[in-house]
């Protein structure tokens, strides 16, 4: 019996690991593309608060993410906010708005990351719910373990994009996904639209295809609007 015991909890404890790995990263693309253009003092500090607003968050939605999901149109709405969030950070360096202050910069990026990590930590909530089976010390090992991946896997993403400027459109198409398939997830959805085959993924595809185009519209427009 403890031998079923153990095994059960090893398990359960690599499944968090892995749902860690894969969903730490998307909290991590926005925390590394809201901060991209702060000033190299406060980079430290807009990756550690927005790493803490995301770990926050998801404590704060693993005692209300079931009442949260009851709600009817709630992934859609978090889907397109989504896509407002994508659309603002891929035409950032666009703004004129360059005399504002840091530390004023600094909060407005963390604003951005707690807001899109608010929409995408539901789905990271219940994944990690799922896998520890109602076990309290599992969940607060998988929110644990998730913190480590943000601060780090921020950084690599920051490192990455100063080096890769394409890989700020490459994260912005991510969240364009992400949202996409959140709204197609929503029951109303479902139940206006009824089955569609491979529908999570044509709509994540069109979810991208939505921000790039937008994003390009914007950088094609804005010589006209100086």
Known sequence: MMDGNLTETILSVLKIVWIDLLLSGDNAMVIALACRNLPKH????????????AVALRILFMFVVVQLLALPFLKI????????IAYQLLTEEDSE??????????????????????????????????AAKDSFSLIIFGVGL????????????????????????????????IAGDLIVSDPKFH?????????????????????????AFRRWRRPEEI
């Open 146 to 177: 998730s913190i480590p991946l943000i601060v780090f896997g921020s950084s690599a993403f920051l490192w990455l994009m100063q080096r890769f400027p394409l890989l700020v459109w490459a994260g912005a198409a991510l969240l364009g996904w």
């Open 97 to 130: 708005d360059h005399d504002i202050k840091a530390s004023q910069n600094l909060w407005r990026a963390v604003g951005t990351i707690a807001l899109a990590d608010a929409v995408m930590s539901l789905d990271n909530v219940v994944a990690i719910a799922a």
């Open 42 to 53: 406060q980079r430290k500090w807009g990756i550690g608060l927005g790493a803490g607003a």
């Open 191 to 215: 139940q206006a639209i009824g089955e569609v085959p491979h529908l999570h993924y044509l709509a994540g595809a069109a979810g991208a295809a939505l921000v790039l185009a937008a994003g």
């Open 77 to 84: 709405v978090g889907g397109v906010l989504l896509f407002w």
